[in-house]
């Protein structure tokens, strides 16, 4: 059975940072596309940032030069930076094109 599983949500202040982490089990996600979605309140879910299993990313123009999308074989990161209160969103991790994360809460607030 399929697993993925975020980590690193939570209250950040306007202009900090935060790590989000997430890991899919089975080594077979290492040869898949992984990316970050996430979804305000009253708003559709997003995408944010896509990594390929060779490296390439792809980000929305929102979040271009403030955050980063990373990968280690079955596991992704999002670094984000400069974080502003309209990044306030449940943030999933979708792997393969296929599997969702449960979701994780940031919150920008001062």
């Given at each position: ?15 900090g940072s935060r790590r989000l982490s997430c890991e899919a089990s089975g ?14 309140p009253g708003k559709q879910r997003e995408l944010v940032a896509r990594i ?59």
């Open positions: 059975q399929v697993q993925v599983v975020e980590s690193g949500g939570g209250l950040v202040e306007p202009g080594s077979i996600f290492r040869f898949s596309d992984m990316a970050w979605h996430r979804q305000a390929t299993y060779s490296g390439s990313t792809t980000y929305a123009g929102s979040v271009k030069g403030r955050f980063t999308i990373s990968r280690n074989n079955n596991a992704v990161y999002l670094q984000m930076n400069s974080l502003k209160p309209e990044d306030t969103a449940v943030y999933y991790c979708y792997v393969a094109n296929r599997y969702w994360g449960q979701g994780t809460q940031v919150t920008v607030s001062s």
